[in-house]
């Protein structure tokens, strides 16, 4: 696979996340845990698909503080108010496979933001248009 077709296919398996994302938001049947799986699942596939686009091969992980140093050794960063998405890393490894108490201070609608702050960096990062 190309890596501008990998780069595509992970922003529209990101954007599958993010539906569901929006989909659960304020539902309280879904625990924070599920939220958060998938909320950590679109920054992932966001900030691969940047690599992807630079060209950067990346490991199949889950740990959002060594992708982020992938694009950091690339010479890419993230703004500032996005440097704490790697907080989201146990969602995917921790949380996922064991009955952890989620964070008091976990805010859906806070990482949901989040999450939509990435994608719209992460696309003009890429030169993709605004949507």
């Known amino acids: 696979?190309?890596?501008s077709e990998a780069s595509r296919l992970l922003l529209r398996k990101a954007a599958?996340?993010?539906a569901l994302l929006d989909a659960i938001l304020a539902n309280p049947a879904v625990d924070d845990e599920v939220f958060g799986f998938h909320a950590q699942q679109a920054v992932e596939k966001l900030l691969k698909a940047w690599l992807a686009h630079l060209n950067v091969p990346y490991p199949h992980i889950h740990n959002l503080r060594a992708i982020i140093a992938l694009l950091r050794e690339s010479g890419r960063h993230l703004?500032?108010?996005l440097s704490d998405v790697d907080a989201l890393t146990?969602?995917?490894t921790i949380h996922r496979y064991a009955d952890v108490p989620v964070a008091a201070a976990f805010d859906r609608a806070?990482?949901?933001e989040q999450v939509r702050r990435l994608r719209r960096f992460v696309e003009s990062q890429m030169?993709?248009?605004a949507p």
Request: hydrophobic share 20%; net charge negative; glycine share 6%.
């Open 1 to 3: 696979m190309k890596q």
């Open 79 to 81: 703004p500032p108010d």
């Open 127 to 129: 030169g993709l248009p």
């Open 110 to 112: 806070q990482v949901r």
């Open 16 to 18: 599958q996340d993010e």
């Open 90 to 92: 146990p969602y995917a």
